[in-house]
């Protein structure tokens, strides 16, 4: 079956500390996407990579780190610098093609105390 | 600021009835994509709308693309306890950029 994958489901990290979560996906899909919801609010973008070796900030990248050196992944770090990290993280997946739809992963819940 | 709307920003539904939830956007977008979350879930595609007018159904739900492609609309007839979750759009503005809407969460009364 092909989809994303997304682990853990649930992280719990002291402030001070990166954390890394994980995306893979075995769609054969060029372009991956992490976004972050908060409760009550939509999708928020990342950071996204439509080819390996390749990355762009989205509307929230400060304080994230991503790195693309295999198609199938797409980490996402937290780092200390990322002011409010607690929140639910979805990656997501599509065909290169601009208008495609997402395929998401079961999402990342992050808290940091 | 946020470029797509939607309302309502909650919709409390008895079971079997109707209801709409509205997607506008301040300006032109070539696509609009709605999705679903159910609680405790991740968004699920539902359906893509490209061209000017159209109208496409699943079953109860009906989509439909405005005039101007600046507003969608989704319609959920005789309304039932699966319904329940918050239903997304997302548009592709002009610089190719998908915007997301904040949601409508439903929550259905038996």
């Known amino acids: 079956d092909g989809g994303i994958t997304q682990s853990p489901k649930y992280l719990f990290r002291k402030e001070g500390q990166n954390v890394t979560l994980s995306c893979e996906q075995n769609?054969?899909?060029?372009?991956m996407y992490w976004y972050r919801q908060d409760p009550g609010q939509g999708l928020r973008l990342i950071y996204y990579?439509?080819?390996?070796?390749?990355?762009q900030k989205g509307d929230i990248a400060e304080g994230y780190s991503v790195s693309r050196e295999k198609k199938e992944s797409f980490p996402l770090t937290v780092t200390s610098a990322q002011k409010n990290p607690t929140a639910f993280y979805l990656c997501?997946?599509?065909?290169?093609?601009?208008?495609?739809?997402?395929?998401f992963g079961n999402g990342t819940r992050l808290t940091v105390t | 600021g946020q470029q797509v709307m939607q309302i309502p920003q909650y919709q409390h539904v008895q079971e079997g009835e109707d209801f709409t939830t509205y997607c506008n956007s301040s300006?032109?977008?070539?696509?609009i994509q709605w999705y679903k979350q159910r609680p405790g879930g991740h968004p699920v595609f539902l359906i893509q709308?490209?061209?000017?007018?159209e109208v496409k159904k699943q079953k109860r739900l009906t989509f439909q693309f405005g005039e101007a492609k600046k507003n969608s609309s989704l319609h959920i007839t005789a309304t039932q306890t699966t319904d329940v979750g918050t239903y997304f759009c997302?548009?592709?503005?002009?610089?190719?950029?998908?915007?997301f809407g904040a949601g409508t969460q439903v929550v259905v009364t038996p």
């Open positions: 300006t032109t977008l070539s696509n």
């Open positions: 709308l490209v061209k000017s007018g």
């Open positions: 990579s439509q080819i390996v070796n390749d990355f």
């Open positions: 997302a548009g592709t503005d002009s610089w190719g950029k998908l915007q």
């Open positions: 769609l054969n899909h060029d372009a």
């Open positions: 997501a997946s599509s065909i290169a093609d601009r208008d495609s739809p997402l395929h």
